[in-house]
């Protein structure tokens, strides 16, 4: 039952170019949407995330966009940078503490 | 350290020996989470603790995984008669109310 999904496993972009990581959900009673970064060896981080009453939210280089109709979010890196290499969860739920996450994609930024 | 604390940090065992694994959270936080991520797959859902609340253990795969947490605080995820399926990184939550998770490192378990 993937009510999340990440699509693309991996992901190669060139330093100081856009990264774009995309994120689909089933569930229209997801309200909450959040993107996690992991790198080897450890946690996932938070990194961004955003709620149904928006559809966008920005902070520095990353910025969340909420498509609610269809139902997809998506991560923009700008300008992305080497050590942004990871991999990038997604995760979705009504609420903070019912999230699903994604099975996550490989981004490799190259210098 | 403020962050989520997990041990150990690698575990190697026997199929079918029991194994424990402990997550100490970020100090206050009220709800705890235990995930596990296989090979090439996402993060699952196995249990969630809020409070003094009964947990959900909704995510649990079978009746050889347990958890607890106690006085509020340190969480111990208990798998009896261990499978070779059951390899995979073990990875604990805290969080504040209606606030995102914050992760420990998690547990790499590995099941000869």
């Known amino acids: 039952d993937q009510q999340v999904k990440q699509n693309s496993p991996s992901l190669s972009v060139q330093e100081g170019r856009i990264s774009i990581l995309n994120c689909d959900y089933t569930?229209?009673?997801?309200?909450?949407f959040l993107w996690y970064k992991k790198y080897p060896a450890e946690g996932p981080t938070f990194l961004i995330s955003?709620?149904?009453?928006?559809d966008k939210n920005e902070d520095g280089r990353f910025t969340v966009f909420l498509n609610k109709s269809a139902k997809h979010l998506s991560l923009h890196i700008v300008p992305s940078q080497p050590g942004d290499s990871a991999v990038y969860f997604c995760?979705?739920?009504?609420?903070?503490?019912?999230?699903?996450f994604g099975a996550g994609t490989r981004l490799t930024v190259k210098p | 350290g403020a962050g989520v604390s997990q041990s150990p940090s690698n575990k190697v065992t026997e199929k079918g020996k029991d194994v424990e694994l402990r997550c100490d959270p970020i100090s206050g936080h009220t709800a705890l989470y235990w995930y596990r991520q296989s090979l090439g797959q996402g993060l699952e859902f196995l249990i969630y603790?809020?409070?003094?609340?009964?947990?959900?253990k909704s995510g649990l795969p079978s009746d050889r995984f347990s958890a607890e947490r106690t006085g509020g605080s340190v969480s111990t995820l208990t798998i009896q008669r261990t499978q070779q399926e059951d390899s995979a990184v073990y990875l604990c939550?805290?969080?504040?109310?209606?606030?995102?998770?914050?992760f420990g490192n998690g547990t790499r378990l590995t099941v000869t």
């Open positions: 955003i709620s149904s009453i928006k």
């Open positions: 603790f809020q409070g003094n609340s009964a947990p959900d």
């Open positions: 995760a979705a739920g009504p609420f903070y503490n019912d999230m699903r």
């Open positions: 569930n229209s009673m997801f309200d909450y």
């Open positions: 939550a805290s969080s504040a109310t209606n606030s995102p998770l914050h």
